[in-house]
C-alpha cells in the first residue's frame, strides 16, 4: 500500500478535510466523547476502565484493529492507529450515525465492508483477513486502495475501504497523540523576529519575476519524502 507514503502525506491526501467536515456536521461531541473514554491505555483507562464496545463483535474487532494498523502503523513520529484509539474511536463513531440517523445503513456498510475482506482474505489464502498475515493482507489492500485502478469485481471493497480510511486517518488526527504528530504549531510566541526564511523568500522572488505564474495551481505532493 504505497509503502513510501509518509503519515503525514498520507493526513494530507485522505484526512485534511474531515475533521473540518466533521465539527460542521455536529459530530464534534463524538470526537471529543471517544477520545475522552475509548482509549485502552493510561490516565482514561485507569479511571474508566475498559471500552465497552457498541458496534464490533470480538471477530470484527480484531479486524478492525489489524486494518487500522496497517493504515496508520506506528513510527517516530507517534503510535499506530490502534495505540491512539482509533478502533474505539471507529466503534462510537459508527454507533452515533446509526443513533443520528435513524437507520442502520452506515453500520451495514462498515459491517459489510469487513466481511467483504473476510470473502476475498479466504479465497487467497483459506484465511480470514486478520489471520491472512500482513503480505496477503497487503496485497488484498493494494486490489482497493486506488479508486481509479480498481477492478470491476472489486468496486464494493473499494467504496468501503475509502471510507474506513478516511475515518481511520479522522479519529488518529483528532486524538492528543495524532495532534502531536502534526506539523502545526499553532501561535508560538518568538523572542526574535529574523524576518523570512532565505529560501522562501527565494520561492517569492521567482514567483515575482515569473508574474506569479503557477502561484495557484495545485502542485503534486512529494510523496517518496
Request: net charge negative.
Amino acid at each position: 500500500m504505497a509503502e513510501n507514503v509518509s503519515r503525514r502525506n498520507l493526513f494530507h491526501i485522505l484526512g485534511a478535510a474531515v475533521p473540518a467536515a466533521a465539527l460542521a456536521t455536529g459530530t464534534a461531541h463524538s470526537l471529543e466523547a471517544q477520545h475522552q473514554h475509548g482509549s485502552n491505555s493510561g490516565e482514561n483507562a485507569a479511571s474508566k476502565g475498559p471500552y465497552q464496545r457498541q458496534t464490533f463483535d470480538d471477530h470484527q474487532w480484531q479486524t478492525v484493529k489489524v486494518l487500522s494498523d496497517l493504515i496508520i502503523p506506528a513510527d517516530e513520529s507517534g503510535p499506530s492507529a490502534t495505540g491512539a484509539g482509533v478502533p474505539e474511536f471507529l466503534d462510537d463513531w459508527i454507533a452515533f450515525r446509526t443513533s443520528e440517523d435513524g437507520s442502520q445503513n452506515f453500520r451495514g456498510e462498515m459491517l459489510g465492508g469487513l466481511m467483504w475482506l473476510d470473502h476475498e482474505a479466504n479465497q487467497m489464502c483459506g484465511k480470514d483477513f486478520v489471520d491472512a498475515g500482513t503480505a496477503s493482507q497487503k496485497l488484498l489492500l493494494d486490489r482497493i486502495a486506488y479508486p481509479k485502478k480498481v477492478a470491476k469485481n472489486d468496486h464494493q471493497g473499494m467504496m468501503f475501504f475509502s471510507q474506513f480510511r478516511s475515518l481511520v486517518v479522522s479519529g488518529y488526527f483528532s486524538s492528543k497523540a495524532g495532534v502531536a504528530a502534526l506539523p502545526y504549531l499553532g501561535n508560538v510566541a518568538v523572542m526574535e523576529w529574523k524576518g523570512c526564511d532565505p529560501k522562501v523568500w527565494a520561492i517569492i522572488e521567482e514567483r515575482i519575476k515569473n508574474g506569479y505564474k503557477g502561484v495557484l495551481e495545485a502542485k503534486p505532493l512529494n510523496l517518496a519524502s
